[in-house]
């Protein structure tokens, strides 16, 4: 089945540390996604991709990194720079940028970081 | 800045009852809007897209209507279910420029009671 696929689903650092969260898509998709979701919050954009090897920042970009490397993959760093790490993080892909074809976004099932 | 706003914030009805989300935006220069379902500490799944130059779409009990000029959107569900609980959240894409993502609104959680 394709898919969206974000590990691990829970995650528990120490505050300083960095931590990386995975996403993988098996879609065949140019277009990722990073987006962030807070409680009483709309989900935040924080990295997108349009193709492989280019990235550009979103609305909360500071204290978060990315690669795409791969078509599949778009990891994301946490960085010790991000205030305030905690929240849960969703990794989105779609056919192609929405703007050209409006082309619907697919969803992972989150990584929920908390940073102590 | 685009703003997206969906009322009510929380709804809870009886099984069977047809009912209707709002999504206000503040922007009218949009690409298209998004509904979504999220289910509790999951991801969202996309139900409907509506581009800027329709006026609705539909998927089974779902029917979502688009009018840009007013800045809103509904969603309307039939014949609710039990399974039909989640928060639904809508999103636009702006067509203004500035970053290619949707800008979400904070969603309305729906409880279908039995």
């Known amino acids: 089945d394709g898919g969206i696929t974000q590990s691990p689903k829970y995650l528990f650092r120490k505050e300083g540390q960095n931590v990386t969260l995975s996403c993988e898509q098996n879609?065949?998709?140019?277009?990722m996604y990073w987006y962030r979701q807070d409680p009483g919050q709309g989900l935040r954009l924080i990295y997108y991709?349009?193709?492989?090897?280019?990235?550009q920042k979103g609305d909360i970009a500071e204290g978060y990194s990315v690669s795409r490397e791969k078509k599949e993959s778009f990891p994301l760093t946490v960085t010790s720079a991000q205030k305030n790490p905690t929240a849960f993080y969703l990794c989105a892909s779609s056919i192609s940028r929405p703007s050209q074809i409006g082309s619907p976004l697919h969803f992972g099932n989150g990584t929920r970081l908390t940073v102590t | 800045k685009q703003e997206v706003t969906q009322i009510p914030a929380a709804l809870s009805v009886p099984e069977g009852e047809n009912l209707v989300l709002n999504c206000s935006f503040t922007?009218?220069?949009?690409?298209?809007l998004q509904w979504f379902r999220q289910d509790p500490g999951k991801g969202l799944t996309s139900l409907l897209l509506i581009q800027s130059s329709q006026r609705e779409q539909t998927s089974g009990r779902l029917n979502a209507s688009l009018d840009k000029s007013s800045g809103r959107s509904t969603l309307y569900i039939a014949a609710s279910q039990p399974g039909d609980s989640a928060t639904y959240l809508c999103?636009?894409?702006?067509?203004?420029?500035?970053?290619?993502?949707?800008?979400f609104g904070k969603g309305t959680h729906l409880i279908i009671q039995p």
């Open positions: 922007d009218s220069a949009i690409y298209n």
């Open positions: 999103a636009v894409l702006p067509s203004g420029g500035g970053a290619d993502g949707l800008t």
């Open positions: 991709s349009q193709i492989v090897n280019d990235f």
């Open positions: 879609l065949n998709h140019d277009a």
